[in-house]
């Protein structure tokens, strides 16, 4: 095909077609019936069609886990890849092509047991990704053990008698890590908080790191329980730099103005646990992104060569 | 005046010019003995360059100490060269060394007792600790002579340091050049090529640097001229194409960037970092980067994504790193995403010896991931062919789709050797990014029922849309349980294997095509192997050698090649057991690597002599194995011999 | 009135009883088929424990889906299990079902696209889908029935959900127990060992809950009673000792206990996860504890440390696991901490088959460490040996202050079968914790030079502090790079494995010691594997079997063993290359793991018939490629004949 | 020996026993001349011999680093590991022998790039161990290469161009982590501060971090060089549950009264740029220890045969 006839067919790919949020389901998801995961991938679909994305310009990538499953259900390129490397794999893809979309899904045990020190690295780095962390604070797939973020006392079949540590909170580590640029809690019964959030999150540039607050009727049915009949023990974080959907306003009246600038501030709200806490706790577009700062000339294969051929002078006998 | 006529195997033909006798030899070794921190490195590397731009042989062997910078005068603070160059091409380290220059007693004495030392080795020996003010050195400076006299060392006493501070105020930044001097008078080198390295070498320095270094270098070789009553001539050939020299881990790194490599992903380990230092330098020239990642499997992580999506990624490490990136590498064989990653290797197990030469990745190279996952292994066997192996390497990546695994060494990442120019292909730049459209119904994983090997599809390509797994998958690369659909993706991974091997020539036998023994070894071992063979042959003796480059999957013929020798042994730098120990029988015996993959490869009684000294073997002890070999009834003394 | 007799291999008597005709048979295999979440464990579990009570051999297996909980009425929502039971022990999952339970049309389809029922098999299925109101239901059913139509099984209806929604409101807690009824009654169950069970499982829950149950169990019995013509009769042994039944994860679990472990630390991991289940419900009840690390390598490190320290420590994983734990697993080696491993093996390679079983990670677990790091390697044959394996190793590890890995699989993991109550001995449960003062001289490795083995200095003893490192070390555990140094370190540590393997009796051949065939095996496919040589003995054919438990390093005497056969085979869950196919030589052919390990071994041109279908190999299949073996000329057709 | 002639003898071994501090140097430290390493060796020392410690019943573990080789120079039993993986192995030991002191030294390297994961996680587990960073700000064993602390711009073998992205501050992300008990900074040009921390980091029942300053003077010998020269600079963290050595108030008179109980202020503290603070950060002794809540009553061999075999009746046939 000469590369004419490409350029014409891709502007024919492009011409006039319209996404709908369906267009991007590749398969139906298979989680239990009632996992959070799937109000995870409904947001994402609405996301990618209010974006009008390219299905063949995105890369979800994801671990192990029943919720790095995501990527077979999403009508995009995906690499569905080990427990606890997404970030890595993701960090390749987005260094080898900055201007495809990459999109990480991860749950509790794969970011923040087995990948922690990809994840705290991941943050600094700070590359232009969308990461969800769905934390329904357990080991799904694997059936039942608990994970760092499982809370104290819960029990498993790892732990019969209690987790018998306090919780790992994703959103207090990642606030220590130097360079965080955004970070945000969303959860899955709210819908709209949660494509909201992704909206920001897309619209970041930089490593945008969102904890999904995620049921798992399976093994957690009782963990978020409380937290989904009564929306008084959820606090909105808003402001104009942060998510604040309309609609939301009469279910959760607890709100609270939160500039995303303030890390200090972030970083004590997110310590306190006395209510759920939705919507971004800090943001800053301006730090280095790091396929910015690693970013190279192009060169052409014979500058190449003749390059390497002045480099061998160096070695030259 | 001294005849240097024990230095046996070498055409003397000794010329009385006034009170010098100049010895002319085919080659000699030579070694610069310091503390760490005194400038052996550059001393080596300019007499290296000079020689070889004389259009001698050259081979040079980095010796590190294992701190970073131990305290001085103490036998663990021994740092320095050894420079081996001959008339011919010089393919390895040689055996020992026959002139030396050290600095201090106790370094000396670190080399003696490595055995590193030609009986009737000249050393050239700093005058300052003999009668040092300090009882303490000038008491261990005499044990330390008592210790040597064991050997027929012909000592001469040079005021190194002495000289240096007429021309510099910090001796430790000139005695170095002193030294080169002095070698420079010796082996008559040409003084402007060493002016001219020396300006290139300072060439971030002051011009002031740059002339103290020059002045001390002449100051050595007037000292030597008026004090030394030899000298050696060793004729030189110069070559007729051109000719770069440098160690395996730069041109590990110049052919990466021949190769098209767009990515090195990496974490620091000794002894592969130098690989990402010399590309760190010059990468970013030709479009690439250098990524230190967090880790080892980040490393990998990040070369399989970058892989993934269309570059050409590499990942580098040694031995412990390749533990940490097992899992990922099969993930990228089941996802079939090319990968090169290139293994240094090190004296292991564990951290073992970081800075030292070992072969003993082999069988976890080829083995090491639970489950089958087939993936090709090469080792290179010269510095040249570390060049020209990450061509390949990629090459064979991407045609089939794959993980390829160099195995190279500490042998020749730090070993300095020249050797014909590359002549550079334009078409090894292309990247594989393509992005047309998937031709309608091509699947992922569309398979070709006969070779296994199928088409890549890369994120971008318009139609092409799927999720790549490390699951089980079928040709969709959908999940699949089905025992067909595990089966066939199992069998389609494998036969690529077969296909590659059927693209490969039987390796080429050293030597006569049959005889008593055939000594077969791999990678790094290759010159010294051939030495000794050859030195063997010399004697009449009916043996051949074969440097296998692919061990996964082997070259063909191997089989009948062996069967054309009544005996078969490998040469390896790894651990076997030996018969007769305690304990050990033909029965619970442990074999070197090579040997072992070669008895279930041919069925063939395969013998194996190996060793893991942390240095690289040397043509002597191989001989001597060769001889043991050949004739057992003898009973030699392995590797005591002179 | 239906005559059975299509049942071949079986003693048949039928006894007309009323309108019931009872078929006497040696053994038989059920499966009960449900979706997931719908009880069939529970179901089976109860049944394959009655039927253990009353005297006869048992294996059950799961059939696991690969989603939590997938949608229901789906093919891939299949969960169940299989029980084989018989007058004699049995070691295996046998061939396939002859009688099944379904809870619907789409799982039962899959089980017949496995190929698992039998031509003739009888199907007691759900009645509600036939003629349900929604017409893609019905239409599903139609087609599933239209594409069973192949083969000869006998549908029986029956109205489970219906039958069983007269006793509880929420049928996917009843209909496993109204099947388990059915059962109960068709095979003549003692329904008082039915309901003690009942009472054990449901302990937890209401009186109620168990009543309920057992009202169900009663029902399923009373229907088959009334509406079915036939039964079958598996005469018992009771057995004269003592026997538990259990699963290979629970014996593993159980028998560490037995071996005195105290720590457990693993990071989760299917199908291994479920020992640690196990432990973590008893283990503090010896003063031991289930620690969940945060990845695997540290699973390892932690295991190590405590080892170290005096504990005796465990580490629990599934080949990504092992993967991880490659590095740690040299540095135990070297600094030779005494270490078990616990590898269950599943599907490869990546995260491959999950839930299945595989037999791929021999070679890696013998020679997956950068560096020569030699280890001990054993598979149990059964789930007795899964317990016992568990002393074994620890001694093993402690005598030998090495790494013992221990391979099981999937198979055994989940498979559950009775076996003689072990005898415990309360040595094994010394811990090895030592505070006396070191005696005075007492070197780190302290190694005897013909044996390699030393004595163990615990943190805490007096006088015997010291520093254990992965660098290469000498006895005083010193740092040492010389040649010398390294190689003794290396020598050691290889002989203790040739130490260990005089410890060792020769494998056992079950049948002749000598014949046309020998065929061999390891770890888990030993009662599959006898089973299809008895059935080729019986018919005549000089066929035996050895099956191997101990793989690095390999039982004495294999040699002498293989020559007395004209052909070796080995037969593993794992793969190879067939020769024939497409590029597929006797030269580039991929053997089987522990074919390939045999011909190094033993330079004997041993064969392998090897699969990976993800699920146990059938003792059929396994026979069919006996005789494939034998008449290759016949030219059968692997694993297709009846 | 028998067992009453073993308890004799033991008696013997303590009685009248003291020890110096050099009594605690095993062999001369194989550091390069100045290297900061040195004082360390010198405060754990003088710590020792304070504390009158046994040195069979203590533990040094350690990566793999020049830092990392501390072990080999101090009289105690000690674990050289493998890189990046002391936690791990400490955390082994100190779960195996709660009575046993144990004490890890690592690397910025070793403990903040390849260790990430298990730092996060150990200092969660926030078991009883004094664990010392010793950072340098560079790789100095492989010879100088960029470490996730190397400040911003400074170059290296791998970033010859230098660092490509801010340092992380392993502080602030010590901070992050839930269940973090202690978290001190010194440095090792300041040997009463030193010292005077390691003697509240001992003194701390959990996993107290110590993040040491350290001069390589090999490879990043400017990198401290004005912290050194000018103490200005530097702002000492002071109060009466932190540190305050005696004789340090003339050299360093910038002091900040923090109650390390403060964790807010401790993040906000240790984010601030503007000064090296030294001094604890945060403290609170009453955290869950994991030895502590994983620990279970010892059961006699034969106790456990006897339990074992009941356990058996569950799977009776
Ligand atoms: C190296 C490795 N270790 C362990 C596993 C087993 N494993 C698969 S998913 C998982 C954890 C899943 O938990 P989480 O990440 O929270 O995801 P969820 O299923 O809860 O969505 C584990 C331990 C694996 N596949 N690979
Ligand atoms: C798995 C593994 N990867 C890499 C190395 C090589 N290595 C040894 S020490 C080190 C880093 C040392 O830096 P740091 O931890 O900061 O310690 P320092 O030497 O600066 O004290 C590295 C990368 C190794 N030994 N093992
Ligand atoms: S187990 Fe939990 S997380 Fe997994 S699919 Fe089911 S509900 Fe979702
Ligand atoms: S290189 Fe740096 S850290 Fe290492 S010993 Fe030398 S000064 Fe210390
Ligand atoms: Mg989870
Ligand atoms: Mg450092």
Redesign the interface.
Known sequence: ?S?LA?SL??LE?DAGVCFEAEDYQ?R?G????GCGDFGALNAVKRLLAKEQL????M???SG?G?SSRF??Y????????????A???????????P??DVFVVTGD?DCV??????W??AI???MNMVVMLLDNNI?????N??S?TTPLGYSS?????GA??????PL????????ASFVAQTADWVPAHLYATLEAAYDHPGFSFIRILQRCP?FTPDIFEQAVKDPARTELLVHEDGVDPPGLEKLYEARREHDPKD??EA??LA?RDDMIRLGVFFRDDS??V?EE??A????T??E??N???K??ER??? | MIRLCRLENETLSSVATKDINISEVSEHTVEIITNSGEGAQKCAQIFG?TC??MGNGVWTVEIIPAEIEPPHHTVTSTSGNIIRFGTDKVTNWGDQSKLAVAFNDQVLLSRHRLDSLHDNCIILQESLWENHEDEDIRRMYREAMEEMSSKNYRFVNVPIEEEALKIVSNPSHGKNMFALGLLAEIYQRDVSIIERQIAHIFRLKSQKVIDSNIELVKAGAAWARENLDFQFHIPSVP?EE?????NGN?ACG?GS??A?M??C?MYPITPATSVSHELAE?I??????V?Q???E???????????????V?LTVTSGPGMALKT??IA?AIM?EVPLVVLDVQRGGPSTGLPTKVEQSDLLSSIYGQPGDAPRVVIAPRSIEECFHSMVTARRIAETFRTVVIVLTDANLATGVQ?FT?PE?D??W??GPIDQ??VPEGLRPYEWDPKTGMSRRII?????????????AHDELSL?SYHPSGNELGMRMRSRKLAVFQSTLMPPEVHGDEEGDLLVVGWGSTHGAIEEAVDRARAEGRKVSSCQLTFLSPLEPGIKDIFSKFDKVMTVEINYSDTVGDPYITEETRRYGQLAWLLRAHTLIDIDCWTSCPGQPLRPKDIYQNIIAKLEPSQDIEIGEAS
Chains 1, 4 share one sequence.
């Open positions: 095909m590369s490409i067919l891709d790919a590749k139906p298979k989680w239990c019936a390219q299905p063949d310009r890369v979800f990538v192990i029943c990527p077979h999403v009508n995009a390129y995906g690499f569905h890849g080990i427990h606890g490397r970030l890595p794999l993701a960090s390749g893809i987005k260094l080898a092509r201007e495809l045990g047991s087995i990948g922690a020190g990809h705290i690295h600094r780095y700070n080991y799904g797939l694997t059936k053990q608990t760092p079949m790892t732990s019969p008698h018998q540590l306090p919780a790992l909170d207090q580590a990642t606030l220590g890590v130097s360079n399976k890390i200090d970083r004590s310590r730090l280095p790091y700062v690693r190279v000339p192009k060169v294969p014979q190449k060569i390059r390497l051929n480099e061998f070695y030259a006998v | 360059q070889a731009k070559a051109e000719r770069i020299v440098m730069q110049l960037i021949a098209g767009e990515l992903s010059v970013e020239n030709y479009g690439g980067i990524h990642a967090e880790d499997i980040a490393a990998a992580g990040v070369a399989i994504g970058a892989s993934y999506a269309g570059k990624a899992e990922f993930l996802v020249q120019r550079l334009v078409r730049q292309q047309s459209p994120p971008g390509m318009p139609g092409g849309a799927h999720t790549v797994t490390g699951l999940v």
